[in-house]
């Protein structure tokens, strides 16, 4: 595949977490606890991809590599717990505004761990994301909205631990089989939940019942896909243009919204998406230019 098109992958990737609050959402509406939607989630989002995984190519694996996938996946259970803690003292826009400083914060990581200056131009559609998120968030229309420093905390938790997945996404383990590694990521993500939640009332079959249409298709699309779909795409792409990419997740979000829960959105909610959009096109078109630039020179090197 072209490298565009495993950007791509990892933009659905985004997109299938901005899928995830608005159907956390309907669940608490049907009084489900958090312990018992973040525990369903994560609980059948790993049968699901274990039992694909099972009919897919595998690799035979040391113990030592195992428990190296295992930690692996810790990110990406902390990110629902984090990001569900900073729900319960925010306004859902304001606890989407702190994750979504992974944006900025994968950069940084780039640059910390890589060694990778940013450039101008990433610089510039991370600013054209930042200032999308607030105006999607619907921040600037709405002065009802109270910052807990608890929810702060909990929010800038989940942005960094959801940074730290994607970049684990695309370096650990590169040549194991995308299924097989996304099933055990998520067996790390389970073990996480389990003993940080400890949701013991999910196990109660009358709640194992009510709970399933919300928990697999959570589970789908917070736990199964979107390791599977980082697994396939994050290696042949930079890391810090998979964090530009996977800032899919807030529009999708904002639309969702409309939709499923009749939720109002104003003009400058919209601005904010088409300025998200616009990052993200921006950042796609940085890396179509890097790429051509290595190109030439390599021509030029080999002549």
Aim: aromatic fraction near 12%; glycine fraction near 10%; include cysteine.
């Amino acid at each position: 595949m072209k490298t565009w098109q495993y950007a791509f992958i990892v933009l659905l990737g985004g997109c299938c977490y901005g899928a995830l609050s608005t159907f956390v959402k309907l669940a608490y509406a049907a009084g489900f606890t958090v312990e018992v939607v973040t525990g369903s989630q994560y609980f059948l989002g790993t049968l699901l991809i274990w039992t694909v995984a099972l009919f897919s190519k595998r690799k035979k694996l040391t113990l030592g590599k195992i428990g190296k996938l295992l930690l692996s996946g810790i990110p990406l259970g902390l990110t629902g717990v984090f990001y569900y803690h900073s729900l319960q003292t925010l306004h859902a826009s304001l606890a989407i505004i702190f994750l979504f400083q992974f944006v900025w914060i994968g950069t940084f990581f780039e640059w910390f761990f890589y060694k990778k200056i940013p450039t101008i131009g990433k610089i510039g559609s991370i600013g054209i994301l930042i200032l999308g998120s607030i105006l999607a968030a619907g921040v600037l229309v709405e002065d009802n909205r109270v910052i807990t420093w608890q929810g702060a905390v909990w929010g800038l938790l989940s942005a960094v631990s959801y940074t730290s997945f994607i970049f684990l996404s695309g370096t650990v383990e590169k040549d194991l089989p995308p299924v097989q590694k996304s099933a055990i990521f998520s067996t790390g993500g389970l073990i996480t939940v389990f003993i940080m939640f400890q949701p013991t009332e999910l196990f109660h079959l009358p709640v194992l019942i009510g709970i399933a249409p919300y928990g697999l298709f959570l589970g789908l699309l917070g736990v199964a896909l979107p390791p599977l779909l980082f697994s396939i795409g994050m290696r042949y792409i930079e890391p810090g243009l998979g964090t530009i990419l996977t800032a899919s997740e807030l529009p999708i979000a904002v639309i969702l919204s409309t939709l499923f829960l009749a939720e109002h959105v104003s003009i400058s909610q919209w601005l904010g998406v088409v300025l998200i959009l616009g990052g993200i096109a921006a950042g796609n078109v940085n890396l179509s230019k890097a790429k051509i630039k290595s190109h030439s020179l390599e021509k030029e090197s080999v002549s």
